[in-house]
């Protein structure tokens, strides 16, 4: 077998300042698959080549070759009526002769559910490390939570051939597991409606991930508990005005306050959707306007409740020298996630605001199902 580059987080640091970092070389994939290419990964059964099946061309899945599986969540194999999963992902057989239609339709609960007689096989392989990072890989590209593994005699002169990303499958997990650190880029003055005296912070992720933004009220006073709001971004709440959740009313309340009391920060988080993306939620509402509540939607989709990641959340408070919060939130998890990060969570201030006909329901579903506290 041909060498193939080396990817160990050592890479740039031995001497070449132009040799790719691991973290480098994940982002590349990520940007690959939603491109529609596919990436290499090296395991302990060898290589195998992963498809993204949202974004694969039918030209592309043509040249797959014959040994090759679907990889969902295991919430997705529940979903296609696959016994209950341990582990986070499963594995399911895809016939020689299969149609690109059909697994995109096995990945993809909008195309309604394949007959019974349709459904696939689980495979007799249990997956392993490389399949848990292909799936993380497509969910770090806010793609739907399916790829396609393909293994072969020439997976690595092909991909050698075609330039390709190729890494060790644990390197490219261990990294996709790794808190990314945002650092500050630009700063400057933004008058608000809410909150005159405001200044915006952006961040950006060292990989080239989302940027986050912090935006501060006043000149808050660090040797305090700072009155802090970490806000998920919502496109449709925050931008739009959409009913169907809380996020714009909280946001401009908690800005508000941030206001009266003369100081105050609040974490924009780029993490649509609770952290699947803006596509997957609008997927997600899909099926909720067939019936389902917030959470079955995301379990349906395949991802689960909440995939959001807190810990760029107390990156930023460290990045901007605050250790002890007042947090605005009815989100016991975001507590529970600040603390384990070292934050301390001195006091939570309630945000009740923006409850109407149009999201009762998804606002009853975080109480009864995520937790969310009602006073
Ligand atoms: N997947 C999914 N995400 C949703 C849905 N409705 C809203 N969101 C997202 O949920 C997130 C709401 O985030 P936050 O405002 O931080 O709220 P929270 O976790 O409920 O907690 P607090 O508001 O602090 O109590 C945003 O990223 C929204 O885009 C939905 O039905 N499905
Ligand atoms: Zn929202």
């Known amino acids: 077998m041909k060498a193939f580059p080396p990817a160990s987080p050592m890479t740039a640091l031995g001497g070449d300042p132009l040799a790719l970092r691991l973290s480098e070389r994940v982002a590349r994939m990520v940007s ?24 694969l061309s039918s030209e592309r899945f043509a040249e797959r070759g014959d040994d090759c599986q679907l990889v969902v969540t295991a919430r997705r194999a529940e979903a ?10 499963a594995l399911l057989a895809v016939p020689s002769g299969a149609r690109l239609d ?6 993809d609960p909008s195309r309604g559910m394949p007959p019974s007689g349709a459904l696939p096989q689980a495979t007799q392989r249990a997956p ?3 399949h848990r990072a292909a799936i993380r890989l497509v969910k770090a590209a806010e793609l739907l939570p399916a790829a396609l593994v393909a293994t072969g005699a020439d997976v690595i002169a092909t991909a050698l051939r075609h330039d390709l990303c190729i890494l060790p499958a644990a390197d490219a997990l261990t990294q996709l597991q790794l808190p990314r ?6 700063n400057a003055r933004v008058p608000m409606l809410a909150a005159r005296n405001g200044r915006l912070h952006v961040f950006r992720a060292p990989d080239g991930g989302a940027e986050h933004y912090v935006v501060e009220v ?13 806000h998920s971004a919502c496109f449709t709440g925050d931008v739009l005005g959409s009913l169907k959740c809380d996020c714009g009313p909280q946001l401009q309340a908690a800005l ?9 920060v609040l974490l924009y988080l780029n993490q649509e959707g609770r952290g699947i993306g803006l596509a997957n939620k609008m997927r997600a509402y899909s099926l909720q306007d067939q019936g389902l509540d917030t959470v079955e939607a995301n379990h349906r989709l395949g991802f689960e409740d909440d995939e959001r990641d807190f810990r760029t959340g107390a990156a930023l408070l460290r990045q901007m020298g605050i250790g002890q919060v007042r947090l605005m939130t009815n989100n016991p998890a975001k507590i529970a996630r600040l603390a384990d990060e ?6 939570r201030v309630p945000l009740k605001i923006g409850r109407g006909p149009d999201n009762t329901r998804y606002l009853d579903t975080k109480a009864r199902k995520s937790g969310h506290l009602l006073a």
């Open 80 to 89: 296609l009526r696959h016994r209950p999963h341990e582990g986070e992902v």
């Open 342 to 347: 070292g934050i301390d969570v001195a006091e």
């Open 128 to 130: 392993g490390v490389l």
């Open 181 to 186: 650190d945002p650092r500050p880029v630009s």
């Open 102 to 107: 059909w697994i995109q339709a096995l990945a």
């Open 32 to 55: 690959d698959l939603r491109l529609g290419l596919p990436v290499v990964l090296t395991g302990a059964d060898g290589p195998a080549m992963v498809y993204p099946v949202e974004t």
């Open 218 to 230: 006043g000149q808050p006073d660090r040797t305090r508990p700072v009155l802090v709001r970490l």
């Open 256 to 264: 508000a306050a941030m206001e009266a009391e003369g100081a105050g």
